[in-house]
């Protein structure tokens, strides 16, 4: 039987409230901060969104609660490497909004970064991006419901993207990621052997 994620597996699952948000329509005058033309205090909002605390560290036992394995911290004992889903998923949407603006990151950015094959905002990279908020979004399946209005200025009945949705609140997931936060970077070159997590050990 494969592994489940369960609400006792899930090491964020305390941090989930639930609140009413009201959508914006994004269009015209109604765009938020984050549809903004690119510019250093663009990119400093959305780095904000999950640069600083993307990357947790979980205890020994909440790492074998995974159903997948993970690797350990070297020089944080007894820690493990994670990453919440939810800034994965902004990671990508941040990449394709830079490679929709590849003109002016270009001048800001190193080419390499635009390289199709190895470039985080390259082909290969953005395409792989495309897919995870892809999988995202179906794993969510929001069915609040987009309702049809009259519109004076178009004269005719358009979609109404303006309404509320029940949202898990970010700011408390947020607030957990702070509190678990890596304390050491992540070394991805040591080879781990006869780790409890790592081999599947009891």
Known sequence: MAPKLTPSTAPAQDAIHYEVKKFHRGFGDKKTVYQADPSPEVDKVW?????????SRLSREQAQLLPNRTYP??????YYIAELAVFHQLHCVNAIRIALSKDYYQTVLSLEEFDDV????????????L????????CASDISVIT??????AKKALGHGDVLHTCRSFEKIK???????????????VFVKGDPVVDGVD
């Open 175 to 189: 607030e957990w990621a702070a509190d678990n936060q890596a304390l050491v970077d992540f070394n991805a070159d």
């Open 73 to 78: 911290f070297i020089g944080d004992e007894g």
């Open 131 to 138: 897919d995870a908020v892809r999988e995202a979004i179906m």
């Open 118 to 129: 190895q470039g985080s905002y390259g082909r290969d990279h953005i395409s792989h991006c």
């Open 47 to 55: 780095m904000s969104l999950y640069n600083e605390i993307g990357i």
């Open 148 to 153: 049809w209005q009259w519109n004076d200025q």
